[in-house]
């Protein structure tokens, strides 16, 4: 009976390894890869053939140091590194050949592989507690290298393969100065007409280019994950561009350039392809190093809309919530949402909302290639040392339109800048700059400033300065403490300017009116 008992037991066990051996987890040091550094690309790559074949699985990276070129996703495969991994990308370039259909920065090309490389595929993951090292030096040293010469320099093999696979492109003037580098960096992870991502719980870091770039992509799910680049060349965190259905959650980045940007396409190209970025959820995320927290363009020709922003912090990038765009980008932007943020050490503005990036251009006729910001409201904001706490600029055949603000708090050298802008609403916003005015409004319309100001008045400074500003509402204002001069007006434009329901009791001048003023422009 013992006996028999034993082989049982052993028949269970056999059972049991066997069942495991079949679940379509795919341990790589069982599929000929190693932890020991060497690098081992086509062991991965077979790997994750093989499960595709049966229909899918997860190829599972153990603790131990993994080096490998660019590893291609088919549908249904989990990439799952486990704590303690490091896997490392090769930084040879020829490893990233051939060339293959890629988006960048808004426009498509063929150009080096990315690093994690998917093509009309779905229900693809990269998981876990490990470690995925980009190892973008070289190619960040290259990008320098083509920038810094002086004069022409010979073209390199790669750039040839560009020039010759690349005929016909097209691309607007002011971009010629990139496209003629024709060296364009793989993405760490590019997912490219597919459905289904999920990116969990691992750590990204020294990426070549832009971290986790989905293009034309639909329910694509980012969470948990964090990004460490550098001070490099445009390695932005996480970069959706044409997708639909996008959920990011506690994310915390710190990189080169933006940490979390919407896109849509560049100019005539992104118009071309008219596939938008909407639907999209940014939450519980840290973002510290970066040139923005939260970016909406400035590629956006393809349009962005229903977009939310909450429970973020930014502390110490350059700006906070950027939307940009310039003329010849076309596309909307509009239905945006940010609340519930928290801003420290923003080196320029906190807020801001341009269409003049990239360049400074003149008045031109509305057509397909005019950009439209519209329909935008932050609300439950603070600010501390903020070198600006916000600036609209917009064009004047476009003007931003229907923003708001409401319950924000900002302390910082400069205030609000609005200009060439229409139906902009301020509620429950004080801002204490110590330079200049806390609201300075010019060439707009229909703007209402409701229970506005500042903790810091700046004597013989306005707390609110306008200059050629029409259909304007100023009420429920009471300045707390000793105020010099509450509203300075100026312009032979402004008119139907009222100030009213307001208690000025602690303000020496409630309105200083400039010498263009018509004397019929405020109505108290």
């Not at 609403?425 to 200049?436: C, L």
């Not at 229970?451 to 050629?468: E, H, Q, W």
Request: charged share 20%.
């Amino acid at each position: 009976m013992k006996i028999k008992n034993i082989l049982i037991i052993l028949c269970f066990i056999t059972g049991l390894n066997t069942a495991f051996a079949n679940d379509g987890w795919l341990n790589i040091l069982n599929e000929g890869g190693n932890n020991k550094g060497i690098k081992c690309t086509q062991a991965i790559q077979n790997a994750v053939e093989k499960a595709s074949k049966n229909g899918g699985g997860t190829i599972f990276f153990p603790a131990g140091e993994y080096l490998t070129g660019p590893i291609k996703l088919k549908s249904n495969i989990t990439i799952h590194l486990d704590s303690g991994a490091l896997l490392k990308f090769s930084d040879n370039f020829d490893d990233y050949l051939p060339y293959v259909e890629m988006r960048y920065e808004g426009i498509v090309m063929q150009s080096f592989s990315p690093l994690f490389y998917a093509k009309d595929v779905e229900n693809i993951t990269i998981k876990g507690r490990g470690v995925i090292d980009g190892q973008g030096k070289a190619w960040w040293n290259e990008v320098y290298r083509i920038e810094t010469a002086k004069g022409p320099i010979p073209l390199t093999k790669y750039q040839k393969m560009w020039e010759e696979q690349n005929k016909g492109i097209v691309y607007s003037d002011y971009y010629k100065r990139t496209i003629d580098k024709k060296f364009f960096r793989p993405s760490f992870f590019q997912a490219y007409n597919c459905k289904n991502i999920l990116i969990e719980g691992v750590t990204f870091q020294n990426s070549p280019f832009w971290t986790i770039n989905p293009e034309f992509c639909d329910n694509v799910t980012v969470t948990g994950i964090s990004i460490f680049n550098p001070h490099s060349p445009n390695t932005d965190g996480i970069n959706p561009s044409s997708c639909k259905n996008v959920h990011i959650s506690n994310c915390h980045i710190s990189v080169g350039d933006d940490c979390i940007t919407i896109k849509s396409g560049r100019d005539a190209d992104g118009r071309k392809y008219n596939r938008p970025t909407e639907n999209v959820t940014i939450t519980n995320c840290t973002m510290l190093s970066g040139h923005g927290g939260v970016v909406i363009g400035s590629e956006m020709s393809g349009g962005i809309k229903k977009v939310t922003i909450s429970n973020c912090v930014f502390d110490g990038t350059d700006r906070g919530i950027r939307i940009k765009a310039a003329r010849g980008r076309g596309g909307v932007v509009e239905d945006i949402r940010v609340d519930n943020i928290v801003m420290k050490n923003i080196k320029e503005e906190a807020i801001v909302l341009s269409l003049f990036y990239d360049k400074d251009t003149k008045v031109e006729p509305v057509t397909e290639k005019t950009p439209i910001f519209r329909n935008i409201h932050m609300s439950n904001i603070t600010g501390s040392n903020v070198n600006k706490a916000g600036q609209i600029l917009g064009i004047t055949e476009m003007p931003i339109q229907n923003v708001t603000f409401s319950n924000i708090n900002m302390d910082g050298k400069e205030g609000f800048t609005v200009s060439t802008a229409t139906d902009v609403e301020f509620h429950d916003v004080k801002v204490n700059a110590s330079i200049g005015s806390s609201f300075k409004i010019s060439d707009s319309k229909n703007i209402i400033l409701d229970n506005v100001g500042s903790s810091t008045p700046i004597k013989g400074v306005p707390v609110i300065k306008l200059d050629n500003v029409s259909n304007m509402m100023i009420n429920n204002n009471f300045p707390f403490n000793a105020t010099d001069i509450f509203i300075e007006a100026n312009g032979k434009e402004t008119k139907n300017v009222f100030v009213k329901n307001n208690v000025f009791n602690n303000v020496t001048t409630a309105v200083k009116k400039g010498a263009a003023l018509d004397k019929k422009a405020i109505i108290e």
